[in-house]
């Protein structure tokens, strides 16, 4: 018994270990090397990335820190990558968490044997450059005459890899395009400079050089007095601003008031500074509002395209947003949290349309007779592709929506490696597409990869700019709000369904799902002598002057009373903005209760009960009971007609297991209830 009790102890122990080692605050660096360990030999100006392993591979590389014992020779940045200065020799060393990897780095002087002569030609139609080159061999200076067998190994820019005599490839934008070429054991990269070819970016919201330096601040205000709210923007200096009411001013602010802006009712608006346009989308759900910054398409940095802020004009809170910044990437359904530092959050959820800034979606498949076949499509028009093997091809597609293209491209593959194809639409949103080939001929010393070049600005040329395009899957699930949350916790860890509510809490939900403007002046015009000091003294004062609730005789209000089941009967049975909506619902139930005859609010009570907004326990309805939060919430569903389906419910409970964990809801009858007033309602859309 005991060995069997020690060796469940080391059983434990070991698997205790184990985890505390994938689990722990810190994983242990079992190891790390560079290039394999293999010294690196490079040509001045020549740049390599490091090839970097970590054992485990889970840890993360970031944190590593290269060194170079002489920079002037070769140095290294913090990525990692290489940059051959001069002849010489040098160590660079990575380290991370007290483990290191070195090795030999040797530069050479360029090898002037072999050279080039470039020739361009316009590319007929288009501002493109055919770039031809034709290398050349020295001997001490000396000009060698090519016999009539001699090739060389020239990489075009892409990668793509030509036996000849000569090699042709079209730029379609500017930048230094590498050619890198071997004969024999020599090798030598030339690089030909691209200036003069116009951007064919026509989009009205990609910013040029000069327009980058437009600086301003915005920000939502409330103005109590019109009980409206503003869009203010601060300038860096004065500017031509056109609002959106099409009224143009020169200055250096702006104010301009959003009107009738109602729950769940995006409203969009744009400015144009200086003829950029900036545009802006406001989400308001009850007292809490979303601003969102849609910026002008940068397609070289588009994970900063939207920006979010958020703000309850009812409090002085700060509400963060989680997340910050983001990106449409595509039409569809886009959720953000706002949260203030005391833990109050809201949840938005909202659809977007009409996305336009994306990337064409290549995909290609490789024929029998050692060819590529190409499917290509674009929400706009596809224009042109630039081949692996550096030829222009246009597309003719047109601007319609879901333009889709079939191409075959007829060049044989002969080697294994990877081969580009830069595809681009008529908004200059570009696709590198890069298809790796492994069935066909395997060169002893060369291979298919523009990284063969080791030059920094290659990638550059192949970068893909702007979203990648996406089907839309038409049977996907869209939701959106029809009533916003209007119920919050008590903290962060329980929601108290079954406490008590007050009379306090009774009218600030009830001016919250009745949409009312907030108004710090109702406060003014108020009698009550016992809220000045009050958190809900603004909602008292709106909620009182719509006789929503009622003070009493003494001029007093009792905020914190707690509401009975009686009293509450009354307020859904009187208030005007719920007359209506108890009405539509059918009086389906005949309950007798044995405590509510003769009481001063029976025939509210029998008008709420026979709907089932509220119910009693059997026999009794007990109505001089306060009326808890829990059972609110259900009368607050019940009289909006709130009856989910399971697909809508489904989804409702997936954003509240998201954001929220109230630990006292999970077995409560109206649990259903509860997260529809903790995260809203929320409707399935048909397509």
Request: proline letters at 3%; one cysteine or more; charged letters at 25%.
């Amino acid at each position: 018994m005991i060995k069997k009790s020690i060796i469940i102890l080391l059983i434990f122990t070991i698997i205790f270990s184990y985890s505390n080692t994938i689990y722990g605050s810190e994983t242990v660096v079992r190891s790390i090397s560079i290039n394999g360990g293999k010294t690196l030999n490079m040509a001045v100006d020549d740049f390599v990335t490091l090839d970097i392993k970590i054992n485990p591979t889970s840890i993360s590389s970031n944190s590593i820190k290269f060194s170079s014992s002489k920079p002037t020779i070769a140095d290294v940045d913090y990525k990692g990558n290489v940059t051959a200065k001069k002849v010489g020799r040098t160590t660079i060393t990575a380290e991370l968490n007290g483990k290191k990897s070195s090795i030999t780095v040797r530069v050479s002087s360029v090898n002037k044997s072999i050279s080039a002569d470039f020739s361009t030609k316009d590319v007929s139609s288009r501002n493109f450059k055919e770039i031809t080159i034709t290398p050349h061999r020295y001997d001490d200076g000396e000009l060698i005459e090519d016999d009539a067998d001699d090739e060389y190994y020239i990489y075009l820019p892409s990668g793509y890899l030509v036996n000849g005599k000569s090699a042709s490839y079209v730029a379609d934008r500017n930048g230094v395009y590498p050619f890198t070429i071997y004969y024999g054991n020599t090798r030598r990269t030339l690089y030909y400079t691209v200036k003069d070819i116009d951007s064919n970016v026509t989009d009205n919201n990609n910013i040029d050089d000069d327009e980058e330096d437009i600086n301003f601040d915005y920000t939502l205000m409330y103005d109590y007095e019109k009980k409206q709210i503003l869009f203010n923007m601060e300038l860096d200096k004065i500017r031509s601003i056109t609002a959106p009411n099409k009224k143009t001013t020169i200055s250096s602010s702006v104010n301009y008031y959003i009107t009738n802006i109602k729950n769940n009712n995006p409203i969009d608006f744009s400015f144009t500074i200086d003829d950029v346009i900036y545009r802006y989308k406001v989400i308001r759900q009850g007292e809490f509002y979303l601003l969102i910054s849609l910026l002008p398409v940068d397609y070289d940095d588009y994970s900063s395209i939207v920006h979010y802020s958020g703000y309850n004009f009812t409090t002085n809170e700060i509400f963060e947003t989680f997340p910050n910044k983001g990106i449409f990437y595509d039409n569809g359904n886009y959720e953000v949290m706002i949260q203030s530092d005391s833990n109050t959050k809201e949840i938005f959820n909202f659809n977007i349309d009409g996305i336009d800034f994306r990337r064409p979606s290549v995909e290609s498949s490789f024929l029998s007779d050692y060819t590529f076949e190409l499917e290509i499509e674009d929400d706009f028009g596809l224009d042109y592709m630039i081949t692996f093997d550096g030829k222009y091809v246009p597309l003719g597609g047109n601007s319609n929506t879901g333009t889709k293209i079939v191409y075959k491209h007829n060049t044989k593959v002969t080697y294994n490696g990877d081969y580009v194809f830069t595809v681009v639409d008529k908004s200059g949103n570009r696709t590198a597409y890069i298809t790796n080939i492994d069935s066909r001929i395997k060169s002893r010393k060369h291979s298919i990869d523009y990284g063969v070049h080791n030059y920094k600005y290659t990638k550059d040329l192949f970068e893909n700019i702007g979203i990648l395009y996406k089907n839309n899957d038409d049977n996907s699930d869209l939701y959106e709000i029809i009533l916003p949350s209007y119920m919050n916790g008590s903290n962060s860890s329980y929601f108290y369904p079954d406490s008590n509510i007050s009379r306090a809490e009774i009218v600030t939900l009830f001016c919250r799902i009745t949409d009312l403007p907030y108004d710090t002046n109702a406060f003014l015009k108020n009698k009550f002598t016992d809220i000045e000091h009050h958190w809900a003294r603004d909602y008292i004062s709106m909620g009182s002057s719509k006789r929503y609730v009622s003070g009493y005789k003494d001029k007093t209000f009792r905020p914190d009373n707690n509401v009975t089941r009686a009293e509450f009967c009354k307020m859904l049975s009187n208030i005007s903005a719920f007359k209506s909506k108890v009405s539509a619902l059918p009086a389906t139930s005949n309950y007798d209760y044995i405590d509510i005859n003769s009481h001063w609010a029976q025939k509210e009570i029998i008008k709420i009960t026979s709907r089932d907004i509220v119910v009693g326990n059997n026999s009794h309805f007990y109505p001089d009971k306060p009326i808890t939060r829990a059972e609110v919430v259900h009368a607050i569903n019940k009289l909006y007609n709130l009856n989910p389906t399971a697909s809508e419910l489904a989804y409702i409970n997936s954003i509240y297991k998201k954001y929220y964990n109230y630990r006292d809801i999970i077995n409560n009858k109206y649990y259903d209830d509860i997260i529809i007033s903790i995260v809203g309602m929320y409707r399935e859309k048909l397509n």
